[in-house]
């Protein structure tokens, strides 16, 4: 069975890495921080960058599981 | 509690006159102050005039979050029902961009729940703003003020 994570991209975070969403082989991750190193090898992480699993807010070191959805996006600017 | 987000533009009295004959029919008598914020947007920003703001959001996610946010306001004020309005996608200035409105018994409860309301929507729902600027240029808008220390 293939093993996946959703990872989506928001806002100016989309525009930079010139994609909305991807999904990826789950076996090989641990933690929020390891998926982006690996759908994203040639980008360094933003120092402000927030992070949500399954929609809601997570540390980068936060633990993920497979069928998991990663979103990763700037700080919010709503209201 | 209701969570709406409005694709299309929404008359923010309209909301409020609406909710309260529909949701809230069973507090009659009970409600002794009802708080409304309602920000729209403004044709200028950082020096600059702005056209126009594309909103975009998480959709799932933003309302999730703005549901803990009542809830989380819920477990420390009394307050008998909250709305929160949201517009997404293109704006124009004077347009309503974000409807609060909160019911109580009493008045403290009622100002202190929607203000914190407000600004923790401000620091946790999944919205970004994208301006379009009178020169035509685009730009993110980076990060909120807090809305406690800045005038």
Redesign the interface.
Same mark, same amino acid.
């Given at each position: 069975m293939i093993m996946s994570i959703k990872v989506r991209y928001f806002a100016s975070l989309k525009d930079r890495v010139g994609r909305a969403e991807q999904t990826i082989d789950s076996s090989r991750l641990s933690t929020v921080r390891s998926v982006w190193h690996v759908a994203n090898p040639d980008e360094t992480l933003p120092d402000n960058i927030l992070a949500a699993v399954n929609m809601d807010y997570v540390d980068l070191d936060s633990p993920v599981k497979d069928g998991d959805e990663v979103a990763f996006f700037p700080p919010v600017t709503g209201g | 509690m209701l969570i709406k987000i409005c694709p299309d533009g929404f008359d923010p009295w309209q909301e409020i006159q609406a909710y309260q004959q529909n949701a809230l029919t069973t507090l009659i008598g009970k409600i002794g102050a009802t708080s409304v914020f309602v %920000?729209t947007m403004r044709d200028f920003n950082e020096g600059d005039q702005v056209k126009g703001m594309m +909103?975009? #959001?998480?959709p %799932? *996610?933003t309302e $999730?979050?703005l549901a803990k946010i009542v809830t989380e306001a819920q477990s420390q004020w009394q307050i008998l029902d909250a709305l929160i309005v #949201?517009r997404v996608g293109a704006i124009l200035p004077d347009e309503a961009?974000?409807l609060v409105a909160v019911w109580s018994s009493h008045r403290g409860e009622a100002f202190d729940a929607s203000r914190n309301i *407000?600004e923790a +929507? !401000? /620091? $946790?729902?999944?919205? @970004? $703003? $994208?301006e379009l600027l009178d020169s035509d240029q685009e730009r @993110?808008? /980076? !990060?909120?003020t807090d809305g406690y220390t800045t005038c």
């Amino acid at each position: 069975m293939i093993m996946s994570i959703k990872v989506r991209y928001f806002a100016s975070l989309k525009d930079r890495v010139g994609r909305a969403e991807q999904t990826i082989d789950s076996s090989r991750l641990s933690t929020v921080r390891s998926v982006w190193h690996v759908a994203n090898p040639d980008e360094t992480l933003p120092d402000n960058i927030l992070a949500a699993v399954n929609m809601d807010y997570v540390d980068l070191d936060s633990p993920v599981k497979d069928g998991d959805e990663v979103a990763f996006f700037p700080p919010v600017t709503g209201g | 509690m209701l969570i709406k987000i409005c694709p299309d533009g929404f008359d923010p009295w309209q909301e409020i006159q609406a909710y309260q004959q529909n949701a809230l029919t069973t507090l009659i008598g009970k409600i002794g102050a009802t708080s409304v914020f309602v %920000g729209t947007m403004r044709d200028f920003n950082e020096g600059d005039q702005v056209k126009g703001m594309m +909103l975009e #959001h998480y959709p %799932g *996610m933003t309302e $999730k979050q703005l549901a803990k946010i009542v809830t989380e306001a819920q477990s420390q004020w009394q307050i008998l029902d909250a709305l929160i309005v #949201h517009r997404v996608g293109a704006i124009l200035p004077d347009e309503a961009i974000v409807l609060v409105a909160v019911w109580s018994s009493h008045r403290g409860e009622a100002f202190d729940a929607s203000r914190n309301i *407000m600004e923790a +929507l !401000k /620091s $946790k729902a999944p919205f @970004w $703003k $994208k301006e379009l600027l009178d020169s035509d240029q685009e730009r @993110w808008v /980076s !990060k909120n003020t807090d809305g406690y220390t800045t005038c």
